[in-house]
């Protein structure tokens, strides 16, 4: 069993958007000016991934701002979080640019595979990534196939580990504010950020918020804001759904079948929130 807490490590939380586009590529403001708007929003960190082209080094007064790119090999969305040093991507494989981005020591991270069009099937030939997006506001807003539930279910009842994340992928104002996710780390720099996003210590969120998460002696407990619905999702047919008017917790017996579970919350808005899978192998 391989079970990674946040709630169990020392640190702070700290707020953050991993998808983001300015003026640089296809958003609506400057890098500055979409710095700005995050921070008012009370956002920690913010990484900046204009399409084919990594901005140059902003510092910002209270935002953590860290440079990233997103790439279109094939039919795939890339993004390389962290990323220093641009590099040839045209006519390459979605496998290339991943190595090459994980050369770079950055975070990789498979964009909207519902809104690309990518398969399941598609995703696990590719390996080195870090995660997927289970949640794209822009893809919500624009044309209603902002999440990838499936694609991470599948990934993981393959036995592959992978992690999720909300973005908001944002190109203009109504964008802002829609996914996002909380990290776990001791200081609010960008080796600390990075490092405990490798290591799984955050959840994903559209705006529910997780408390606490724990396991003790095969019982798996979460603690959340008021919902209306607490999934416990595992392999094939195992798991369980809990729900009730505000509820703020749920506890889950493993049966040892599972393969894996993961906890998605949803409250009376329609808000959500992930964790990062559970592996049991």
């Not at 969305?77 to 979605?94: D, M, P, Q, R, V």
């Not at 994980?102 to 870090?130: F, M, R």
């Not at 993981?156 to 504010?177: M, P, W, Y």
Request: aromatic share 12%; with cysteine; charged share 25%.
């Amino acid at each position: 069993m391989e079970i990674i807490n946040p709630f169990e490590v020392k640190g702070n939380w700290y707020k953050g958007n991993l998808h983001t586009h300015t003026k640089n590529s296809d958003g609506q403001f400057t890098p500055e000016e979409i710095c700005e708007i995050y921070s008012k929003a009370n956002y920690d960190f913010l990484a900046i991934t204009d399409h084919n082209r990594i901005s140059d080094e902003i510092r910002h007064t209270r935002l953590l701002v860290i440079r990233g790119v997103e790439l279109q090999p094939e039919k795939f969305h890339i993004l390389g979080i962290g990323i220093k040093n641009e590099f040839y991507t045209e006519g390459n494989t979605a496998q290339y640019v991943i190595d090459t981005i994980n050369k770079n020591a950055s975070l990789v991270i498979l964009a909207h595979p519902y809104w690309c069009g990518n398969t399941s099937s598609e995703l696990l030939q590719l390996d080195g990534y870090i995660g997927i997006e289970i949640y794209n506001n822009v893809c919500q807003y624009l044309i209603g196939k902002g999440y990838s539930n499936v694609h991470l279910d599948e990934i993981l009842q393959s036995g592959k580990r992978t992690f999720c994340f909300a973005v908001d992928d944002s190109h203009s104002e109504e964008h802002i504010g829609g996914g996002f996710i909380m990290v776990k780390a001791e200081k609010l720099t960008e080796e600390d950020i990075l490092n405990s996003i490798k290591r799984g210590l955050f959840y994903s969120s559209t705006g529910a918020l997780i408390k606490n998460l724990s396991f003790k002696e095969h019982l798996l407990s979460v603690h959340c804001s008021p919902a209306k619905s607490i999934d416990f999702i595992g392999y094939n047919a195992s798991g369980k759904r809990f729900t009730g008017k505000d509820i703020e917790g749920a506890e889950y017996e493993i049966k040892g079948s599972e393969i894996y579970i993961r906890i998605e919350i949803t409250d009376r808005y329609g808000k959500k929130a992930w964790t990062n899978p559970i592996v049991f192998l």
